[in-house]
């Protein structure tokens, strides 16, 4: 079975500091995805990694940025947090472009 | 740009009712299809997908859904729904485009009332 984990469940933050949110996967996945889900809209994707030290922005870019130092990792970092950013973020992997995505459990983050 | 339509946002049904939840996708090429569900509190999985073959495709928990590529349309179905089917529903779509990447719909909010 895929997994991919997340390193929080919850996070709180202040406007303005630095947040960084891990995904892991332990299938080998080339491509690695982060999401960002809210009612009503669904699921908009943020950054995506096709390999190691590869990004391509997603549809919602403004704001975050990525790091994939190692294959099975990819990180998401908000620079400056606001509160616009108060959000539920999924990670996902997959083999390929094409094929099925893995998710984690999500991080629920809330910026005061 | 591709998009992707789910149009009904949520749903409210009784158990033993049948259920058809709609997705329409604008590209006319070559596409992948799936359903993704996402149970209350738990991760995002996949529920059945469609690569090419059969247009009926059959997924876990007794759902399935047809391809039909003239309709544009890759819509869930399931003729008997269990309470337990409460869930949120999002349906996807790849295309081989350069650089295209998965598209998700907005997702449909499923509630079965006991």
């Known amino acids: 079975d895929v997994k991919v984990t997340q390193s929080s469940r919850y996070l709180v933050k202040r406007t303005g500091e630095k947040v960084f949110l891990e995904c892991v996967q332990d299938?080998?996945?080339?491509?690695m995805f982060w999401y960002r889900q809210d009612p009503g809209l669904g699921l908009r994707l943020i950054y995506f990694s096709y390999d190691v030290k590869m990004k391509e922005k997603g549809d919602i870019p403004e704001g975050y940025s990525v790091s994939r130092e190692k294959k099975e990792r990819f990180s998401l970092i908000l620079e400056s947090a606001s509160t616009n950013q108060t959000s539920m973020y999924l990670c996902a992997s997959s083999l390929g472009s094409q094929e099925t995505q893995y998710f984690g459990p999500g991080t629920r983050l809330l910026v005061l | 740009a591709q998009s992707v339509s789910q149009h009904n946002h949520h749903v409210i049904l009784s158990e033993a009712a049948s259920l058809e939840l709609g997705c329409n996708y604008s590209?006319?090429?070559?596409?992948?299809l799936f359903w993704y569900v996402q149970y209350p509190g738990q991760h995002l999985q996949l529920l059945l997908k469609y690569f090419s073959g059969d247009p009926l495709v059959k997924g876990i928990k007794g759902f399935e859904a047809e391809f039909i590529k003239s309709k544009f349309s890759f819509n869930l179905r399931k003729p008997s729904v269990q309470w337990s089917d409460t869930a949120e529903y999002f349906c996807a779509v790849n295309t081989y485009l350069r650089d295209d990447k998965i598209i998700f719909g907005k997702g449909t909010r499923l509630h079965i009332l006991p």
């Open positions: 590209y006319g090429g070559t596409v992948n």
């Open positions: 299938m080998d996945h080339e491509n």
